[in-house]
């Protein structure tokens, strides 16, 4: 399968694209600021130690009078058992309040793509694939899961830790420390090389992921097709070669975050191996007591920790910016079909809405350059029965997703009871119509549920009601369960004539004044078809129907046949009428009724 092309993205995103999460950690401020609270409390903590066993070693250990030696030994390591139980009951709440906030901040964004994308209009899937937004929503969301609601958390704590050690040994050994800071500065330089290596992996890392779920979700999507051509190998190698690639680009990240991070961690502590010889001497010399040196030993292997934890949380990060720039990039997107400033009220109607195509031109915005309908114009009386027919690729799809507003028509206006569906808002618009797709869309869940898909407020007899118009009752009741049966993922337990029948009983269920039929019974065998043509005839009075047929047969008793091709208008009248003036329209009947079409003198 050829696979699409896909626009360019930056090849690195920088920690600053984190900022995008500032609108969903808002409304929690107050759990942050609790969250910072408990970590800055934690890390105190942790730097109380040293200062406790600095106390502990020179009064306790070394005090020169042995016998109060053991009732200070006592006191002092009841002090540390407290600094002990303030760090534990400090860092449970912490992680507590942190992960409670990962997890919250996450669903928040999580539900704000996915309904963000549901808003889309279907140009954006013809340059999106569904697997690469299901990688975002899952994969990406992860990624920001982990940092929000632990390394962000982690990398804070040993900042303010961090500091701190080295804020004490600076002030406790000024000249020494000064010596390895001047040495630490050296690090930093290669380091900002390494991390900009990262970033650029981190991202590609994440669009290779997105490659394989794409793969994934059009193969499982047509399963029977990849079956009944035999391609389960090919499309498994393909899989193979995708999630390689990913690993490929996984691996190289990894290399260079662990040659990364070694190097801070090598950098850093030989810097203070350095410092702590000195300290050493220090203690030989007379210069500092021994307890000193103990302490600035906790305090370097703190500050070593802090800094071991920063190296490891700042590729969590740039993973998570990567992550982060993809989502925003989704929220970003803008669909061309959006409700105008002030919609207009559509009058009420009771026998059918009008509808008048003015002079339409039309083209995909992934085909500029061929035009789908062109200088269309065709007037439907309310109450009328209209049926589109002609070739495949004339145009008769593009009218329906035209009059849903999916796409705007480059020139002319569409008109439904005398109002320009510019100027009619979305929701207003598409309630007034309803829809039988030719490709028949089951939900995972009960009969029930997706016949009351068109009506959700439904009670359960009028659902059985619109089973029953669609002749849909019979073989719902027989299911194991009724119509509380699950149906499976996209309805694979019923037959293309039987989801064809659930799909028409959710259209009169919604009973629009408005109904569009897009190849309503090409699923169904002979007799259901003659059924369900009657149950459809009946659901077609009193509302404005559109009917897009290839099988003629199901148009006979239109209103009007309007014949188009190259989305054009070539003509129109009722059937008798158009056999006899020739044209396409008869050659099409010749080829499905066997008869000779008539000649024009």
């Given amino acids: 399968m050829p696979k699409p092309e896909k626009p360019q993205?930056?090849?690195?995103?920088?920690?600053?694209?984190?900022?995008?999460?500032?609108?969903?950690?808002?409304?929690?401020?107050?759990?942050?600021?609790?969250?910072?609270?408990?970590?800055?409390?934690?890390?105190?903590?942790?730097?109380?130690?040293?200062a406790a066993l600095k106390t502990l070693i020179?009064?306790?250990?070394?005090?020169?009078?042995?016998?109060?030696?053991?009732?200070?030994?006592?006191?002092?390591?009841?002090?540390?058992?407290?600094?002990?139980?303030?760090?534990?009951?400090?860092s449970a709440a912490r992680f507590y309040t942190v992960s409670w906030l990962g997890e919250r901040i996450t669903a928040d964004l999580r539900n704000a793509v996915y309904a963000h994308v549901l808003r889309q209009s279907p140009e954006f899937f013809e340059s999106t694939q569904t697997g690469e937004v299901l990688s975002r929503l899952t994969t990406d969301t992860t990624l920001v899961q982990t940092v929000v609601g632990s390394s962000l958390s982690m990398g804070l704590r040993n900042v303010v830790m961090g500091i701190g050690a080295l804020a004490v040994l600076v002030f406790t050994n000024p000249w020494v420390m000064t010596q390895v800071l001047g040495i630490l500065v050296l690090v930093v330089v290669p380091s900002l090389y390494f991390g900009r290596r990262v970033r650029k992996l981190s991202r590609a890392s994440q669009d290779r992921v997105a490659d394989s779920s794409a793969i994934a979700a059009e193969v499982l999507t047509e399963i029977p097709v990849v079956q009944s051509y035999v391609q389960e190998r090919r499309e498994a190698e393909r899989f193979d070669r995708s999630t390689e690639a990913a690993f490929e680009t996984a691996r190289k990240r990894t290399v260079v975050r662990a040659f990364l991070v070694a190097f801070i961690i090598t950098a850093t502590f030989g810097a203070l191996l350095w410092g702590l010889y000195q300290g050493t001497e220090a203690v030989l010399a007379g210069r500092i007591s021994a307890g000193h040196l103990g302490q600035t030993v906790v305090l370097v292997i703190i500050f070593v920790g802090a800094v071991a934890?920063?190296?490891?949380?700042?590729?969590?990060?740039?993973?998570?910016?990567?992550?982060t720039e993809r989502l925003m990039e989704l929220l970003a997107a803008r669909s061309p079909v959006v409700d105008p400033a002030s919609p207009r009220q559509l009058p009420p109607v009771a026998g059918g809405s009008a509808l008048a195509f003015e002079g339409v031109h039309f083209h995909y915005p992934s085909r500029p350059q061929q035009p789908a309908l062109q200088d269309y114009t065709l007037t439907v009386r309310p109450g009328e029965t209209v049926a589109l027919v002609g070739p495949s690729g004339a145009g008769k799809s593009t009218v329906l997703q035209l009059l849903l507003r999916f796409y705007d028509a480059q020139g002319g206006r569409i008109l439904i009871d005398g109002v320009p569906l510019?100027?009619?808002?979305?929701?207003?618009?598409?309630?007034?119509?309803?829809?039988?797709?030719?490709?028949?869309?089951?939900?995972?869940?009960?009969?029930?549920?997706?016949?009351?898909?068109?009506?959700?407020?439904?009670?359960?007899?009028?659902?059985?009601?619109?089973?029953?118009?669609?002749?849909?009752?019979?073989?719902?009741?027989?299911?194991?369960?009724?119509?509380?049966?699950?149906?499976?993922?996209?309805?694979?337990?019923?037959?293309?004539?039987?989801?064809?029948?659930?799909?028409?009983?959710?259209?009169?269920?919604?009973?629009?004044?408005?109904?569009?039929?897009?190849?309503?019974?090409?699923?169904?065998?002979?007799?259901?078809?003659?059924?369900?043509?009657?149950?459809?005839?009946?659901?077609?009075?009193?509302?404005?129907?559109?009917?897009?047929?290839?099988?003629?047969?199901?148009?006979?008793?239109?209103?009007?046949?309007?014949?188009?091709?190259?989305?054009?208008?070539?003509?129109?009248?009722?059937?008798?009428?158009?056999?006899?003036?020739?044209?396409?329209?008869?050659?099409?009947?010749?080829m499905q009724f066997d008869l000779h079409p008539a000649t024009p003198e």
């Fill in 422 to 590: 510019a100027e009619v808002s979305l929701l207003a618009l598409r309630q007034r119509i309803g829809i039988v797709p030719q490709d028949s869309t089951v939900f995972s869940t009960s009969a029930l549920e997706n016949i009351r898909y068109g009506r959700p407020e439904a009670s359960d007899a009028e659902v059985v009601a619109a089973a029953k118009a669609a002749y849909a009752h019979e073989f719902l009741s027989a299911l194991p369960e009724g119509y509380a049966t699950y149906l499976g993922e996209r309805g694979v337990r019923l037959s293309g004539g039987q989801r064809q029948r659930i799909s028409i009983a959710r259209a009169i269920l919604k009973n629009p004044p408005l109904l569009l039929l897009d190849e309503a019974t090409s699923a169904l065998d002979a007799e259901s078809e003659r059924v369900v043509q009657a149950a459809l005839e009946a659901a077609m009075q009193h509302r404005t129907t559109l009917v897009i047929a290839h099988r003629l047969a199901t148009v006979l008793k239109a209103d009007r046949i309007v014949v188009m091709d190259e989305g054009r208008i070539v003509d129109s009248g009722t059937h008798a009428e158009l056999v006899a003036r020739g044209g396409l329209y008869a050659r099409l009947a010749a």
């Fill in 309 to 323: 934890v920063l190296s490891e949380v700042y590729g969590d990060l740039l993973r998570a910016a990567g992550a």
């Fill in 58 to 90: 020179d009064q306790g250990l070394v005090a020169a009078d042995p016998a109060q030696r053991a009732l200070q030994m006592r006191g002092h390591f009841l002090e540390l058992f407290g600094v002990a139980a303030a760090l534990g009951m400090f």
């Fill in 9 to 50: 993205r930056p090849a690195a995103a920088s920690p600053r694209a984190l900022s995008g999460l500032l609108p969903y950690v808002r409304p929690y401020r107050g759990r942050v600021a609790l969250a910072g609270f408990f970590l800055v409390m934690a890390a105190l903590s942790t730097l109380a130690f040293p």
